[in-house]
């Protein structure tokens, strides 16, 4: 069993920042996948960015430019940086644990974009 624990959502305003973090524990695995996902009122859930054990990264195009996502092995930590922030941006945005045999999820954190 994986637990992942979320953090950093909140309301920021057009063109702001928000920093999102997420950290795994129990039963880690050497290589794995982070991510984040959102799910916006009405829409399916999107991938935004994910990160590898080896640093690779994945970005919606949506999102390119504007969003940075980090990992920190030693703490099991993603971080996905948020700049530039648009009111499309709003949704609940998710935490995504996985490799080939195993897909945890968080529980989610809200982002509101708003004026």
């Known amino acids: 069993q994986v637990q992942l624990v979320e953090s950093g959502g909140g309301l920021a305003q057009p063109g702001g920042s928000l920093r999102l973090s997420c950290t795994a524990s129990g039963s880690i695995s050497r290589f794995y996948i982070m991510g984040w996902y959102r799910q916006a009122p009405g829409k399916q859930r999107e991938l935004v960015a994910d990160i590898s054990s080896g640093f690779a990264t994945t970005y919606a195009d949506s999102v390119k430019g504007r969003f940075t996502i980090s990992r920190d092995n030693a703490k099991n930590t993603v971080y996905l940086q948020m700049n530039s922030l648009k009111l499309e941006d709003t949704a609940v945005y998710y935490c995504?644990?996985?490799?080939?045999?195993?897909?945890?999820w968080g529980k989610g954190t809200l982002v509101t974009v708003s004026s």
């Open positions: 995504n644990y996985r490799n080939s045999a195993i897909n945890y």
